[in-house]
């Protein structure tokens, strides 16, 4: 950890600690350099961050925050309600016509930390940009993340969620996470067995497989189109 560059309890300014945040938190604009040079960033993260590339850099954005919790008074419970596998889902129900309720959906993953040195939850001055810590509530939708440090033993990131029907005016919220590791489980394929049972099996096989590789599924429309795919690969394998 010598040679790590340490963000979190640094600065208590938003630029500093997660500057592709700060258009999302403040009347300030985002600059161009910034935002490549965190595209560049993401390009080596998604080669070394394994599992988390599935769930990061947009692929969770707008998924339902089903919980979020301190566990062992220090440690992080985040679990989403998947988006990818929720627009799925809902495309695949309506295609075929299904009498499943798709308010009912739910898809869960989780992401844990171990090993916490950092969590807090926080608001962000809109005009100076400076972080406050708030205590933890129930929040209902993950917007983004920035991966501030990832290495070996060592991950700071930096999560933009949003509260529904705040009394704030603010209603984003900066949860800001230093750990050893971030661990994920994933439980999409159970809850997918208990709505739709086996008959869709090969279909959800199919949408993991390309999802796995980098694909981007969270959003319907691509979804309907995907499930075509299946289908047209399907009737070639009579």
Not at 25 to 44: G, H, N, R, W
Not at 159 to 164: G, R
Request: aromatic share 14%; glycine share 4%; charged share 30%.
């Amino acid at each position: 950890m010598n040679n790590i560059t340490m963000k979190i309890g640094t600065s208590n300014k938003i630029q500093d600690v997660a500057p592709t945040f700060v258009e999302n938190f403040t009347y300030s604009e985002l600059s161009k350099s910034v935002c490549s040079a965190y595209e560049t960033k993401i390009e080596d993260y998604k080669k070394r961050i394994g599992k988390a590339g599935k769930y990061f850099f947009y692929h969770s954005h707008d998924s339902d925050i089903l919980e979020i919790k301190k566990t062992n008074r220090k440690d992080l419970l985040l679990r989403l309600n998947d988006r990818s596998t929720l627009e799925f889902a809902c495309a695949l129900i309506d295609k075929k016509g299904l009498d499943i309720d798709k308010t009912s959906l739910e898809f869960p993953v989780e992401f844990i930390s171990s090993g916490t040195t950092h969590l807090s939850l926080n608001t962000v001055d809109e005009t100076r940009g400076e972080i406050y810590p708030c205590r933890f509530r129930q929040l209902s939708e993950y917007l983004y993340e920035e991966i501030l440090v990832w290495e070996k033993g060592h991950i700071e990131i930096a999560f933009d969620l949003w509260k529904h029907n705040s009394i704030n005016n603010n209603h984003r919220y900066l949860l800001l996470l230093s750990c050893k590791q971030l661990k994920i489980n994933e439980y999409q394929s159970e809850a997918w067995r208990k709505f739709f049972g086996d008959t869709y099996k090969a279909y959800y096989d199919y949408f993991e497989t390309e999802r796995n590789v980098g694909r981007w599924l969270s959003d319907y429309s691509l979804c309907e189109k995907l499930i075509d795919e299946i289908e047209g690969q399907l009737t070639e394998e009579k």
